[in-house]
């Protein structure tokens, strides 16, 4: 059973840059693909798809995040990284990583185990 460790969340200004990584135990991720989500706040706000990577490196985007973000992974370290750049107030939420387990990778229902998630918040 794999166990999922999301870190690098902070409180930054807009257009500031972070990078997010979720580290992974328990067995081996370098034959999965792996994702970030996210969900902001407040009445509505669902989890939302951000990236996914997978196992040869090919990599999709959220409209949203597209140009902005950019997700990677390093199979030594078992870590899959997301990287925020020019960051918007709108960015902000909790991110999740997660490992997929079967249908199509944009959608929640396709991954079974989620890391806590790290709060990322963007101020104006």
């Known amino acids: 059973q794999v166990h999922l460790v999301e870190s690098g969340g902070g409180l930054v200004q807009a257009g500031a840059s972070l990078k997010l990584s979720c580290a992974a135990s328990?067995?081996?991720?370098?034959?999965?693909?792996m994702a970030w989500f996210r969900q902001g706040q407040g009445p509505g706000k669902e989890r939302e798809f951000v990236?996914?990577?997978?196992?040869?490196?090919?990599?999709t985007y959220g409209d949203s995040v597209k140009g902005r973000f950019t997700i990677s992974r390093d199979t030594v370290k078992n870590t899959v990284y997301l990287q925020l750049n020019s960051l918007k107030p709108e960015d902000t939420a909790v991110y999740y990583c997660?490992?997929?387990?079967?249908?199509?990778?944009?959608?929640?229902?396709?991954?079974?185990?989620w890391g806590q998630g790290t709060q990322v918040t963007v101020s104006s």
């Open positions: 990236a996914a990577i997978t196992w040869n490196r090919r990599t």
């Open positions: 328990g067995r081996t991720i370098a034959d999965s693909t």
């Open positions: 997660a490992v997929h387990s079967g249908g199509v990778p944009s959608r929640i229902a396709s991954y079974r185990t």
